[in-house]
């Protein structure tokens, strides 16, 4: 296994910075991960359907969104950050729920972020795991005071580049570079 910092993908305590995320996408398919670190302590509300389950984020958390088919990078950032800046709780179907089949991106929040293939997409309460397309399955994401930090057998299947909020919705000349692979 092999360990890299990927930055401080984190915003600062201004709300008008312009975030940095970390992006890892697939070389297989149009899968993607995007991460951004949180930028003050706060408690993440979980809903479930027979209660409420409180998780408090720390500063320099992680809060993922997970594409395994892929789609819109502007999508996933958008519910990116209404956990991170808005802190919009998260909703947790029930297991069988027709619809988890509808869900074509899922959140997942806290210090450590194990991406799965085999897992019901928006019916684990469980923090520490997100579903992923296949060959993103092998990677882990553990919150760091330097950034995140990822851990991968080969980097075979996929990329890691920093993208900074202004990239994805347009602000930068450099949007088209991700304009054509991500937003459809």
């Known amino acids: ?21 970390l992006l890892i996408s697939s070389k297989i ?9 949180v930028n003050r302590r706060f408690p ?26 892929g789609g819109e990078l502007r999508h996933a950032a958008m519910l990116l950050e ?6 919009q709780p998260l909703l947790v179907l029930p297991k069988g729920h027709e619809g988890s089949k ?3 991106m899922v959140v997942s929040a806290g210090g450590e972020i194990i991406p ?13 795991v997100i579903c992923s397309a296949e060959e993103l399955s ?14 991968y057998p080969s980097k075979e ?3 890691a580049e920093i993208i900074r909020y202004s990239e994805i919705f347009g602000l930068t000349e450099h949007n088209n570079r991700y304009r054509d692979r991500y937003n459809d």
């Open 1 to 21: 296994m092999q360990n890299e910092s990927c930055g401080n993908s984190g915003a600062g305590e201004d709300e008008s910075d312009d975030a940095a995320y």
């Open 29 to 37: 398919s149009r899968a993607f991960i995007l991460i951004g670190q």
């Open 44 to 69: 993440l509300c979980i809903e479930l359907q027979e209660r409420e389950v409180c998780q408090t984020l720390l500063e320099g958390d992680m809060v993922a969104v997970s594409a395994p088919e």
């Open 82 to 87: 209404l956990v991170r800046r808005y802190r």
């Open 102 to 104: 509808r869900l074509s």
């Open 116 to 128: 799965k293939c085999t897992i019901i997409r928006g019916t684990h309460p469980e923090q520490n």
């Open 138 to 151: 092998a990677l882990s994401f553990h919150a760091s005071t330097d950034g995140v930090k990822l851990t």
């Open 157 to 159: 299947n996929f990329t």
